[in-house]
């Protein structure tokens, strides 16, 4: 990051996330650097004035922040020459998300991972080294390996399980036993997380519970969903199993469209021609929702657990 005492930390995310926590607190305190906190709902025309107006240096969000910021209609219009580096973390970013970004900016918001165990990000990407679509390079003082399903280490360009250690490490959950010896594997944390690495670089492939077998092949829903995600239509979306009367699985898109009067078949019929033509016809889902909001998590993240049952929302073309 490479923060200074004259760097201003403005971290959308809250500080009792692990991710805000380093943003606000750890990270400028320990080069005495100034922090902004903002209170509130993170409404994108809100955090514009707030960088505006304060002048931070350096912003932390998530890929949906960044998501809404790129589309909001104020943002050609606001002064954010103060950025010198903006950071995004949690969930993967699209490209043109990055690029939009970029161009009012003049850097595309760098990527990392990390997590709550490990209280902060361990891979990470740099302002002058950006992979598109990688989780980034090991941070110093942390180790990673991948582990494929036999147990061997992965071999470059394999995919495997991701295991991290580190000194941040958490050594338990509070009162949850089963759950500590499933993620604390000795001094390893077990991330449930899939990753190719390539050249040094970590490219997140889903979690190992993820993948769901569609017409008898299987598909990771996170691959539908950023492709999905690229469509100039859509907003944002997010892609799940879904269970047929007949128990066969399918995958079910909630979308919500830029402009809201384009929902109906023949949007749908685009969206799913889409998926065909970018990935291939077997991953493209039967059931397509449309919705004016999709629910989030405190952090930000699109709330899988709270999207509308089938029969829920607000429009729906089924075939």
């Not at 050594?171 to 077990?190: Q, S």
Request: charged residues 25%; aromatic residues 10%.
């Amino acid at each position: 990051l490479q923060i200074g005492p004259d760097d201003i930390c403005f971290s959308v995310p809250k500080i009792y996330f692990a991710y805000g926590f380093g943003n606000s607190i750890t990270f400028p305190f320990s080069v005495g650097a100034t922090t902004l906190l903002m209170s509130g709902q993170p409404r994108p025309d809100y955090v514009l004035e707030m960088i505006e107006t304060w002048r931070p240096t350096v912003l932390f969000g998530l890929p949906t922040l960044y998501t809404a910021l790129a589309r909001a209609e104020s943002l050609e219009k606001r002064d954010l020459s103060s950025l010198r580096q903006s950071m995004s973390a949690a969930e993967i970013l699209s490209e043109d998300v990055y690029n939009a970004w970029k161009a009012q900016t003049g850097h595309g918001p760098t990527e990392g991972l990390g997590s709550t165990e490990l209280l902060h990000i361990y891979l990470s990407n740099t302002l002058d080294d950006h992979r598109i679509g990688a989780a980034g390079k090991r941070v110093p003082g942390y180790e990673v390996r991948l582990e494929t399903p036999d147990g061997h280490a992965a071999a470059s360009g394999e995919e495997g399980v991701m295991f991290v250690r580190g000194h941040s490490s958490a050594p338990c959950y509070w009162n949850r036993p089963e759950k500590t010896r499933d993620t604390m594997r000795g001094d390893w944390i077990y991330t449930g997380d899939r990753f190719v690495e390539k050249d040094g670089y970590f490219y997140f492939q889903g979690r190992a519970d993820e993948l769901i077998k569609v017409s008898g092949q299987w598909v990771w829903p996170l691959e539908v969903e950023r492709c999905l995600n690229e469509h100039p239509d859509v907003h944002e979306c997010a892609v799940l199993a879904h269970e047929l009367p007949d128990r066969r699985m399918a995958l079910r898109a909630v979308v919500r469209l830029k402009d809201p009067c384009g929902e109906g078949d023949e949007q749908t019929e685009r969206l799913r021609q889409y998926v065909k033509e970018q990935l291939t016809p077997f991953k493209s889902p039967r059931i397509f929702e449309y919705i004016d909001e999709l629910p989030k998590t405190g952090t930000g993240k699109i709330d899988r657990q709270a999207l509308p049952a089938p029969d829920g929302c607000t429009c729906g073309s089924w075939t």
